[in-house]
């Protein structure tokens, strides 16, 4: 299996060259890793205690981030590694101060992962959620190095379960610790014969938290959002777009809109406010405040969506038309009652919300009118819903505090 695994890194590695001639996103992919084995040996002092943190993503980044601030506190006298497999975290990370280096993962070949390791020679090596890249994993235990993984959630359909699964479940081993999500990733394990885990919760509750009590103001929103319900929409695709178009260019609606598309295409922001028919404002073009009779506010910065919730009544994450929803924490932590489409089974906190009645799915534009009007029409049914919300951010805290306290036992 180990051999197939190497052939299936080699095809990747093909496959990437190819794509990258047609896609920005594989061209930077590739870019990013030129050359920087020796951009790495010339950054590193080998004197340094080093901690690598790793990520897929953005999204990964944002659930690893408190627990990298936690460790910078808790030992200030490591530096921090963070790398990144992919272009849309590392390009909007890759200034991030928190970290000491900052860097895209090489490929997970055998010599790669030689190379990196003599390198950086971590004290330890920490692991974002879905990351398990077996040439690395395998090194780090042959070194004897430290290895976790954090906010691990698995499911029964992953490969690591199958009857083919056992070459696969015998990498997960390799690891020092995993800490998992919830009950149900670590009765799979358990299962599975791997007794290296325990739960710990989910270290985005902790991140969400943390960016609901941070002092982050908008003052040039202020006449926009004085004595008005917000429905902050987020990380919206053109079906979710869609679906709110009705409630929005209703004439005798008061409901505002801010709107923060997943792609902020200059193209598509100027086709979605063409079909916008009350007053709207594009972020990147006001010279000034946002007017107080602006309808709908669309942002098309990146980086802003996460604070913009604070304004809002109720939210809409985009996505459940797709692939699957976005990050519902961002506006819950907020005491957001949040609204979104169909494919929303895979996450364990819409549907923990949904219960509650601190979430509704939708499948319409007519069942989407319906929920959001029984919510502002109704004071009582919409304090009780965010009252739930804040109340599922506040019991789900203290992942980070878990993942810290095995590592104060475990580091010198």
Excluded at 67 to 88: N, Q
Excluded at 160 to 177: A, C, T, V
Excluded at 212 to 217: D, E, I, L, Y
Excluded at 378 to 383: H, K, M, R, S
Aim: charged share 20%.
């Amino acid at each position: 299996m180990r051999w197939l695994y190497q052939i299936f890194i080699l095809i990747y590695q093909a496959g990437v060259l190819v794509v990258s001639w047609f896609s920005p996103k594989a061209r930077l992919w590739r870019q990013g890793r030129k050359g920087q084995f020796k951009k790495m040996q010339a950054a590193f002092a080998e004197r340094d205690r080093l901690a690598w943190f790793h990520c897929a993503s953005l999204g990964e980044f944002e659930q690893g981030r408190p627990v990298i601030e936690a460790f910078r506190k808790e030992f200030p006298e490591y530096k921090v590694l963070l790398s990144f497999f992919s272009p849309s975290g590392f390009e909007i990370r890759k200034n991030y101060e928190q970290a000491d280096y900052i860097f895209y993962l090489p490929l997970d070949t055998r010599a790669n992962v030689r190379r990196f390791l003599n390198i950086w020679k971590p004290s330890v090596a920490i692991f974002v959620k879905y990351e398990f890249w077996f040439n690395y994993l395998n090194a780090l235990h042959e070194r004897r190095i430290l290895s976790l993984v954090i906010s691990a959630n698995f499911r029964p359909g992953q490969h690591f379960f199958r009857p083919y699964g056992k070459w696969f479940r015998r990498q997960l081993k390799k690891l020092s610790f995993i800490f998992v999500q919830n009950e149900k990733s670590l009765k799979l394990l358990q299962k599975a014969g791997i007794t290296n885990a325990a739960i710990s919760g989910d270290t985005r509750f902790d991140r969400v938290a943390a960016i609901a009590g941070q002092p982050v103001n908008f003052p040039q929103f202020d006449d926009f959002a004085r004595d008005s319900q917000i429905l902050v929409a987020g990380s919206t695709w053109p079906a979710d777009e869609a679906l709110l178009l009705p409630l929005i260019n209703n004439p005798a609606g008061k409901l505002k809109f801010i709107i923060a598309p997943h792609e902020i295409q200059p193209q598509h922001i100027q086709n979605l406010k063409r079909k916008i028919k009350v007053r709207t404002e594009i972020f990147s073009e006001l010279s000034a405040n946002v007017p107080a009779d602006t309808r709908v506010l669309i942002i098309d910065r990146i980086g802003m969506l996460s604070g913009l919730y604070r304004l809002g009544t109720l939210a809409y994450i985009g996505g459940g038309f797709g692939r699957g929803i976005h990050n519902i924490l961002e506006a819950v932590t907020f005491g957001l009652p949040v609204f979104f489409g169909p494919r929303h089974q895979q996450f364990a906190e819409a549907l923990e919300l949904i219960e509650r009645g601190g979430a509704f799915p939708v499948h319409d534009a007519e069942t989407l009118e319906r929920g959001v009007k029984a919510c502002i029409e109704n004071p009582v049914a919409l304090q009780n819903a965010s009252a739930v919300c804040l109340k599922y951010i506040a019991v789900k805290k203290g992942a980070t505090d878990a993942i810290i306290d095995f590592l104060k036992k475990q580091l010198p």
